[in-house]
C-alpha cells in the first residue's frame, strides 16, 4: 500500500514537497514514480527512480523545478515541486512497479490514492 501526504494550495511560484509511504513493499526492489492527472487529461508519468543506482528521470515540462528522490530506510519516496505553475494542478499519485519505470500507468503494479495540488493566485 502507498499512501501520498503534502498536497495543497500554493501561489504560483510557491513549492510543495510530496511524500509517499508504502507499507507492505520493501522499497529498496522497486522503481518509484509520480504521476499526475489533471482534470480531463490523462494520468501521465512526471519522475521515476530507479532503486539500484538512483537515477532519476522527468518529464519535459517539470525539469530543473521538480527533483525526485527516496529513502528506502523510511519506505518514502519525494517529490520536491518548486517554481510551481498554474498548470502544475492536477492530483498526484505515486507509483511502484518492481520491474521497470514505465512511462505508462499500465507498468505500474502499485498505486497510492493520490494528493490534490492546487496552484492558483
Known amino acids: 500500500e502507498l499512501a501520498e501526504s503534502g498536497g495543497g494550495s500554493v501561489q504560483p511560484g510557491g513549492s510543495l514537497r510530496l511524500s509517499c509511504v508504502g507499507t507492505?513493499?520493501?522499497?529498496?526492489?522497486?522503481?518509484l514514480a509520480w504521476f499526475r492527472q489533471a482534470p480531463g487529461k490523462e494520468r501521465e508519468r512526471i519522475s521515476c527512480?530507479?532503486?539500484?543506482?538512483?537515477?532519476?528521470l522527468y518529464t519535459e515540462s517539470v525539469k530543473g523545478r521538480f527533483t525526485i528522490s527516496r529513502d528506502d530506510a523510511k519506505n518514502t519516496v519525494y517529490l520536491q515541486m518548486n517554481s510551481l505553475k498554474a498548470e502544475d494542478t492536477a492530483v498526484y499519485y505515486c507509483?511502484?512497479?518492481?520491474?521497470?519505470?514505465?512511462?505508462?500507468?499500465?507498468?505500474?503494479?502499485?498505486w497510492g490514492r493520490g494528493t490534490q495540488v492546487t496552484v492558483s493566485s
Open positions: 527512480i530507479t532503486h539500484s543506482d538512483g537515477e532519476t
Open positions: 507509483a511502484a512497479d518492481p520491474y521497470f519505470c514505465s512511462d505508462s500507468p499500465e507498468g505500474f503494479e502499485y
Open positions: 507492505g513493499l520493501t522499497f529498496d526492489s522497486y522503481f
